[in-house]
């Protein structure tokens, strides 16, 4: 998914172009008004499914890098369902960074298990 604000120019004076949001498939989500300033806010749970975790990571590290937008603290501690206590999501799944990659060749490239097994990836 990535977000467009389109802009004549860098003021408020001249700001003549409305903000889209999109999926990585071109479907348009949502699209603000032009000439008004507003925000709405999105449940990064509620996009498409080929939007990785490790993307929605290093998006809110990219937001962070100048300054702190998204509470360091909710990007930095280990990813959780929180369905019970001190659970997390690496209890039963692989780190992110390679559960990605096995859903990727999965969805995407449409490689069967046995493929993807076949690339050296734990059937566990």
């Not at 408020?12 to 889209?20: A, K, R, T, V």
Request: charged share 25%.
């Amino acid at each position: 998914m990535f977000y467009v604000n389109h802009c004549g120019a860098q003021t408020e004076l001249i700001f003549d172009g409305g903000s889209i949001v999109m999926s990585k498939n071109g479907a348009l989500h949502d699209e603000l008004p032009y000439f008004e300033e507003s925000i709405r806010h999105y449940d990064l749970n509620e996009v498409d499914a080929d939007v990785y975790k490790t993307e929605i990571y290093e998006l809110a590290h990219y937001i962070n890098k100048d300054e702190e937008w998204i509470p360091v603290n909710s990007i930095s501690k280990p990813p959780s369902a929180e369905l019970r206590p001190n659970q997390k999501d690496s209890d039963s799944l692989p780190d992110y960074d390679i559960l990605d990659t096995i859903l990727y060749q999965y969805i995407e490239k449409r490689q069967g298990p046995q493929d993807i097994m076949e690339m050296g990836y734990d059937p566990a």
